[in-house]
Nanobody, 122 residues
Framework: QVQLVESGGGLVQAGGSLTLSCAASGSRIFSINAMGWYRQAPGKPRELVARITTDGRASYSDSVKGRFTISRDNAINTIYLQMNSLKPADTAVYSC???????????????WGQGTQVTVSS
């Protein structure tokens, strides 16, 4: 099976910082392609926050560019999201996503974590 486990969410005041982690594990993992962070606020559609390729190329949504940094440690199949200068508008459930080539088929399949709540108070 494949698991994505997020950690690091919580409550922070506006202007503060948080770092999220997402670790991929499981016997069916052959290799991992792009990984990313999405978020969904109440009553709003899910949006891509940041994405990073296997070779470390990162992209960001305009709303977080310059404040958030995504990074990746391929040795431990983990990505991080460093979030600085947080705003109340950043309040959402943040979910990790990974495109994983599975052992049996070597075909890419998208997997999701369970999500972690980030709340920014004003």
């Amino acid at each position: 099976q494949v698991q994505l486990v997020e950690s690091g969410g919580g409550l922070v005041q506006a202007g503060g910082s948080l770092t999220l982690s997402c670790a991929a594990s499981g016997s069916r993992i052959f290799s991992i392609n792009a990984m990313g962070w999405y978020r969904q606020a109440p009553g709003k559609p899910r949006e891509l926050v940041a994405r990073i390729t296997t070779d470390g190329r990162a992209s960001y949504s305009d709303s977080v560019k310059g404040r958030f940094t995504i990074s990746r440690d391929n040795a431990i199949n983990t990505i991080y999201l460093q979030m600085n200068s947080l705003k109340p508008a950043d309040t959402a459930v943040y979910s990790c996503n990974a495109v994983i080539n599975e052992m049996a088929t070597l075909l890419p399949k998208m997997h999701w974590g369970q999500g972690t709540q980030v709340t920014v108070s004003s």
